[in-house]
C-alpha cells in the first residue's frame, strides 16, 4: 500500500528547534517531487517546502525561508523538515505530500494524516 | 506566485441538489505546449487530509464518483457536484501546479441546508 507516514510534531516554545520526518511506504520516495504542506488551525492549505526528486533542487516559502530545510534519505525512504527559531504563527498540521508528474496523472495523490506542530509559550 | 482565489467561501445546498464551486487563478494556467490546464480539486473532509479530486481541470482522479465534474480553462475554474449527497460535506480547495510554488485557494465549505 503507498503510504506516507508523518512524525516529529510536538509543543515548543518559540525560538526552538523540531525536525519532522515523514516515512513512505509502497513507492521510492526518490523518483516523485515531495512537499510539506501546513495547514493553520481553520485556515487553508500553503505550500512551505519541496525537493525535487533530484535531491538537490529546493523551494521554500517566503515566510520560513532560511529557518526551515527539507531533506530526504533515500536508504530509509524517509523526507524530513528540520525547523528552526520557530515562531507562533508555525503552528499548523504540517502534510507529507507527494506529487505525481506523468503523462497520465499530475498532482498531490498521496497525502499523510499529518503532525501537528504548536508554537507557545 | 499566482493567486488562487475561490467563490464562495461556503455555501448550503439541499441533498440532491447542485452545488458549485468557482476557482480563478490570477493568470493562465494554461500550457500552450499540450493544451492542458494546470489545475487540480481537493476535498477535504474534517479531520482529515486532503484527497485529489481532479487534475488538468477535468480529468476525474480514480474513485471518485461521477457526480462530481470539473470544468473550465485559462484562469476560470469549476467544480459540480449534481446531487449532493451527506458524505460531500467538506471544504474544496482549487491548486495550480502550472508554476512553482504549488498555491491554493482559500477553500469553500460545503454544507446541508
Known amino acids: 500500500e503507498v503510504q506516507l507516514v508523518e512524525s516529529g510534531g510536538d509543543l515548543v516554545q518559540p525560538g526552538g528547534s523540531l525536525r519532522l520526518s515523514c516515512a513512505a511506504s509502497g513507492f521510492t520516495l526518490s523518483t516523485f517531487l515531495m512537499y510539506w504542506v501546513r495547514q493553520a488551525p481553520g485556515k487553508g492549505l500553503v505550500c512551505v517546502s519541496r525537493l525535487h526528486s533530484d535531491g538537490t533542487s529546493t523551494h521554500y516559502a517566503d515566510s520560513v525561508k532560511g529557518r526551515f530545510t527539507i531533506s530526504r534519505d533515500n536508504a530509509k525512504n524517509t523526507l524530513f523538515l528540520q525547523m528552526n527559531s520557530l515562531r507562533a504563527e508555525d503552528t499548523a498540521i504540517y502534510y507529507c505530500v507527494r506529487e505525481v508528474t506523468t503523462a497520465t496523472i499530475y498532482g498531490m495523490d498521496v497525502w499523510g494524516q499529518g503532525t501537528t506542530v504548536t508554537v507557545s509559550s | 506566485d499566482i493567486v488562487m482565489t475561490q467563490s464562495p467561501d461556503s455555501l448550503a445546498v439541499s441533498l440532491g441538489e447542485r452545488a458549485t464551486i468557482n476557482c480563478k487563478s490570477s493568470?493562465?494556467?494554461?500550457?500552450?505546449?499540450?493544451?492542458?490546464?494546470?489545475l487540480s480539486w481537493y476535498q477535504q473532509k474534517p479531520g482529515q487530509p486532503p484527497k485529489l479530486l481532479f487534475y488538468?481541470?477535468?480529468t476525474r482522479e480514480s474513485g471518485v464518483p461521477d457526480r462530481f465534474s470539473g470544468s473550465g480553462s485559462g484562469t476560470d475554474f469549476t467544480l459540480t457536484i449534481s446531487g449532493l449527497q451527506a458524505e460531500d460535506v467538506a471544504v474544496y480547495y482549487c491548486?495550480?501546479?502550472?508554476?512553482?510554488?504549488?498555491?491554493f485557494g482559500q477553500g469553500t465549505k460545503v454544507e446541508i441546508k
Open positions: 491548486q495550480q501546479s502550472y508554476s512553482t510554488p504549488r498555491t
Open positions: 493568470q493562465s494556467v494554461l500550457y500552450s505546449s499540450n493544451n492542458k490546464n494546470y
Open positions: 488538468w481541470a477535468s
